[in-house]
């Protein structure tokens, strides 16, 4: 009977897999076509995903899969949906910047129930089960114990959307955090984000218009690493959501209410 840590064991071998993928078209070479004015996609995303779905579905191939490249998975429905997404952080690859990582989530009856995010160029594999902690290469996470928002180092980012939709952009958020929060910083990577939410590095974090690949791995970790994660009005977070605020939990409050100020 299959367990938790056989969902485990695949998702950390896909994750390696895809990592050596990644940084092998790296060195190689690689195509890059555009989805969007900004939205980029390379080989190197099709080669890692092909990778990921292809371990996940011969191991479970009564399982659903959610990819950012390839979208759903067909086939009867399950209790199981993976969350993938071969390449956070694209527009950093094309240019060799090295902020990017694999990421691949198992939703189970609809809750998130474990997270992994591989960053191959630093090595660190971030991990989480529900209700067992988060760990980095196996040593435990915990968030950082920043008390205020003046105290606080914020990561956030802007949507591939951004030059088209100027009533959401999150310039306006930009500024008041800036002015309120010790520093404001920006990977370029949403999951590697979390993972640095969860590992103290940042405070907090905030961002709009993510999809589920993006957060599905990256918000179980800040939450089994003691951290809070909500909309941006305090409400519950779900994946399928287009608002995310997360942090240590001491700032929480005050982050929400950022996005009130006038």
Same mark, same amino acid.
């Given at each position: !009977? ?6 485990? $064991? ?24 555009? &989805? ?17 779905? &292809?371990? @996940? ?7 659903? @899969?959610?990819?950012?490249? $390839? ?24 240019? =060799?910047?090295?902020?990017?990582? %694999?990421?691949?989530?198992?939703? @189970?009856?609809? #809750?998130?129930?474990?997270?992994? %995010?591989?960053?191959?160029?630093? &090595? ?5 089960? =529900?209700?067992k902690g988060a760990e980095c290469n196996g040593t ?21 959307? #951004?030059?088209?939709? &100027? ?8 500024? =008041?955090?800036? #002015? ?5 910083? =920006? ?10 939410v969860a590992s103290g590095r940042f405070d907090g974090?905030?961002? !709009? ?11 179980? @970790? ?32 005050? !982050?929400? $209410? ?5």
């Amino acid at each position: !009977m299959e367990s938790l840590d056989d969902y485990k $064991s695949v998702a950390l071998q896909a994750a390696r897999e895809a990592g050596q993928i990644l940084l092998d078209w790296m060195e190689k070479g690689f195509t890059v076509e555009f &989805k969007g004015v900004m939205d980029l996609v390379t080989n190197a995303d099709h080669a890692s995903e092909e990778a990921i779905v &292809k371990r @996940i579905s011969s191991a479970f191939p009564e399982h659903q @899969i959610l990819a950012e490249e $390839s979208g759903a998975s067909s086939g009867p429905s399950s209790r199981y949906k993976w969350v993938v997404d071969p390449l956070d952080g694209t527009t950093n690859f094309t240019h =060799r910047y090295a902020a990017f990582c %694999v990421s691949i989530g198992l939703e @189970i009856d609809g #809750v998130i129930g474990m997270g992994v %995010v591989y960053d191959p160029v630093r &090595k660190e594999l971030f991990v989480a089960e =529900r209700g067992k902690g988060a760990e980095c290469n196996g040593t435990p996470l915990s968030v950082s114990q920043a008390p205020t928002l003046n105290h606080a180092l914020l990561s956030t980012g802007f949507s591939y959307d #951004v030059r088209q939709d &100027k009533s959401e952009n999150n310039f306006e958020f930009f500024r =008041r955090f800036v #002015v309120r929060a010790q520093g404001v910083r =920006r990977t370029g990577s949403a999951a590697i984000d979390l993972c640095y939410v969860a590992s103290g590095r940042f405070d907090g974090f905030w961002e !709009m218009k993510l999809k589920p690949w993006d957060v599905a791995a990256g918000s179980l @970790i800040v939450i089994e690493a003691g951290g809070a994660i909500t909309d941006f009005s305090g409400k519950p977070f779900s994946i399928y959501g287009d608002e995310l605020v997360a942090s240590n939990g001491c700032i929480q409050e005050e !982050m929400v $209410s950022v996005f009130f100020d006038q």
